[in-house]
């Protein structure tokens, strides 16, 4: 996605002075004087200085070279320019709603400092109300900073407050470009990007960065997209900059289309695509008419590599999106080439509301191409509470889709708190889906997350997970471990977690379900309250099932009160569970079905609908837990499940879901912690 409308350069009003001016360090306090010294700046073949004096300045100002020579423009000086005040609420710069405040052009290079401004009361047809800098260059493009302004009350068709463009169609390095402790607010864009508007375009250049620090972008409107931020990079063949954002607030913007808060694109053609890293940004309070109402992070790649995504310590809370994604949308795109990885890390998503699919967040990672290596996808240590989704996923929804034949990607969530969200169809918590065409499908490693008080209007009050091949595609495992799922509902059906795989040429996914606990989950009209396991394929057995040591207690249901496995042709391994005090009419503990073998040892339960193929060491007594009025499903001293179960169990853990190593056997997802024996020490007799 590309959106070129350069800042109304008045290319005829080219102003250039006679040969031999000096360069100059202006100190200027009237609007005519800081005009007077942008003409001079502009042809005197050197680097300037504008200083400017502290005050009001009413005017339109202009800016052109082509010299490729650096400007600096700052505001907050004394009379005669002997001291300075750096606030810009002390130097104001009003463009009385007649053009852009203030348009710098150059056309050969030439870095560029603006400082100390507030730029206010600009109206222009084109890109830039308060502020419009465009850079063109085949050698290299220098460094930019926009320092420590204030952009009150511009607008533009494109970037209200601020615009951008940036081309660059040499071979070597692009310079940095720093936006950093500014203001944009009420600033108002009759397309995109009602505070600023970015773009760089860039064809074999290698490297550069443009930082984007510790902004306050609130009240901005956006009439098409991009109610705060939109910004852009384009690489043919080389490596795009770096696109970091730290420390940047967020707050009250709108879209009338996608992106409340902001937009970050990066699109390579054979190259690799900028990354977009974000750290300690807060975001709150967006509202987009589209989809993402907080962030859009989007990475594209056509035969090269797409950018890394890298979203850490960032709070997103109170969002509305009337489409896909309350708070953050995240979109890698490999047409052909390699997906790079996507790490969402140390988050807190709380209050947004999608009125389409992801109320936290909406992740949809597609690698197109046969030839396209996957990547990795992480999800890691999140808050993830109190979302709301009208459709699919309330607390988060994520696509997964490969047409790869080269290997399979991977989607990690681990340690994430995904609590109180609400989804009005599938998966409360959240709904993950692994879809492979004739490629590999993307493995899922679900670990150490807490589900709890999550709510489905239909399936999974925890946790939805599909993972499919409609074509000639292979589905990689699943492994769902140490996780907690308490307290979950779902209207009609799977309280806490339903899965399903299927493959219509090749197995189903093998699936693991080890160390979870998953207990006071409720289906309210049918299904299972507890866990739906199946694994199906459409001309070849089902993948295989190992469930150890977890413990499936006081769910809930009419139909199944613990755990449902349905099979096709393969083997289900359940081996040290408790699962036992589940409620049902039908089959309170576990109902066992279809065609395949299903083995159970060492497990405590009291009831189960089905048969086993072979089993041994089972048990029903109650397994003491510590306080179960206090959601307390550890052990206590003199569970009968103390030693009862098997280390030659499939899949057996080596930690319990704590971490605690396991020394001995115990059933369930806990392990009784083994004694501590004292030192001894040595007696040395002399």
Known sequence: MTRKLLCTFFFLALLVLPPGADAADFCVSDAAALQTALNTASANTEDDVVRVVQGTYYGNFVYTSSQGNALEVRGGFTAGCGGRTLNPANTVLDGQNLDTVLRVTNYNNGSLVVEGFTLQAGDVFGSGGGLCVGQVSDTALSTVGILDNRFLSNQATNGGGLSLDLDFVGTGSPGDVSVARNTFSGNQAFDYAGGVYVQLDMYEATGGAIYFTGNILTGNTAHEGEGAIYLYSYVTSGHGPDLLFTGNTLTGNLSYGYGGG???????????????????????????????????????????????????????????????????????????????????????????TSYNRGGGFYLYAVSNGQSTIPGAVSILDNTIDSNTAYQDGGGGYAYLGSDSTVGAGSLSLARNHCSFNRSYTNGGGLCLEMSGGDGYAFGLDLRGNTFSGNYAGDQAGGVHLRSYCYMNGTLSPIDIRDNLLLGNSAREHYGALFVSSYASNHPGSDLTLVNNVVAENLAEQGGVGGVYCQSNSGSSPGGEMVITNNTITRNASPYVGGLQLSLDDNTAHFYNNIIRGNQSSLAADFYVGGSGTAEAFHNNYTYMMGTWASEGGNFDADPLFRDIGLNDYRLSRGSPCIGAGTRAAPGFPAADIEGRPRGRADVGAYAFPLPILPAILPIILE
Do not use: F, H, K, M
Request: proline fraction near 2%.
């Open 262 to 352: 902001v937009y970050l694109g990066s699109v390579s053609a054979s190259g690799t695509a900028s990354s977009l890293l974000l750290d300690g940004e807060t975001v709150s309070g967006n509202t987009a008419y589209g989809a993402a109402g907080g962030l859009y992070l989007y990475t594209q790649t056509y035969q090269g590599t797409t950018g890394e995504i890298r979203l850490t310590g960032c709070t997103i809370s109170d969002n509305t999106a009337y489409d896909e994604a309350g708070g953050l949308y995240l979109y890698p795109y490999a047409t052909l080439g390699t997906l790079g990885p996507v790490t969402v890390s140390g988050n807190s998503l709380t209050g947004n």
